[in-house]
Antibody, heavy 119, light 107 residues
Framework: EVQLVESGGGLVQPGGSLRLSCAASGFTVSSNYMSWVRQAPGKGLEWVSVIYSGGSTYYADSVKGRFTISRHNSKNTLYLQMNSLRAEDTAVYYC?????????????WGKGTTVTVSS | SYELTQPLSVSVALGQTARITCGGN??????VHWYQQKPGQAPVLVIYRDSNRPSGIPERFSGSNSGNTATLTISRAQAGDEADYYCQVWDSSCHWVFGGGTKLTVL
């Protein structure tokens, strides 16, 4: 069964750091485009970052320079390193898989992990 | 940047047809995808590439895309269809773009 399980969320002070993990099973993260998408409380979905199968990475302007996406192939795990966190980064963070073929949509989502930035 | 516009809410009577729109500049030239999100749950893909249904999604869900508007149509609406629905496209300037979401209420 294809599955994504996020972890690493929690409460952090403004300016702090957090690393999110997304463990994949049933497929290989390095073969697919993998994204992080977040949802602030009561708000809509916001794309955060992607890592392509070839290793290229892209970020939303709102997190560029502060967040870093990466993967560990042998652990089949996706990461999101979040630095210089702000109150507006408070959200549920989902990892999501894009199917092979390059059509730029997400067919498998994790259940999400909650990040709260507050003093 | 590319923007997608959805109505905040749509209501439909039980058993009737709901239509949720997604507006964008020449959106008909893009692939549009739709997600359903129920409270406290992760999004679920219900339509990809304008009009294709993933396995497990009822035939009652369909999509179309032309001009400046894409539409998600839910036929014979059921209470279990109550959810937030998001459209999404990919744009070269801002990558993955989501609409603001539409809350569907089944009366």
């Amino acid at each position: 069964e294809v599955q994504l399980v996020e972890s690493g969320g929690g409460l952090v002070q403004p300016g702090g750091s957090l690393r999110l993990s997304c463990a994949a099973s049933g497929f290989t993260v390095s073969s697919n485009y993998m994204s992080w998408v977040r949802q602030a409380p009561g708000k809509g979905l916001e794309w955060v970052s992607v890592i392509y199968s070839g290793g290229s990475t892209y970020y939303a302007d709102s997190v560029k320079g502060r967040f870093t996406i990466s993967r560990h192939n042998s652990k089949n795990t996706l990461y999101l390193q979040m630095n210089s966190l702000r109150a507006e980064d408070t959200a549920v963070y989902y990892c999501a898989r894009e199917p092979l073929g390059g059509y730029y949509y997400m067919d498998v989502w994790g259940k999400g992990t909650t990040v709260t930035v507050s003093s | 940047s590319y923007e997608l516009t959805q109505p905040l809410s749509v209501s439909v009577a039980l058993g009737q047809t709901a239509r949720i729109t997604c507006g964008g500049n020449n959106i008909g030239s893009k692939n549009v995808h739709w997600y359903q999100q129920k409270p406290g749950q992760a999004p679920v893909l219900v339509i990809y590439r304008d009009s294709n249904r993933p396995s497990g999604i009822p035939e009652r869900f369909s999509g179309s895309n032309s001009g400046n508007t894409a539409t998600l149509t839910i036929s014979r609406a059921q209470a279990g269809d109550e959810a937030d629905y998001y459209c999404q496209v990919w744009d070269s300037s801002c990558h993955w773009v989501f609409g603001g979401g539409t809350k569907l209420t089944v009366l």
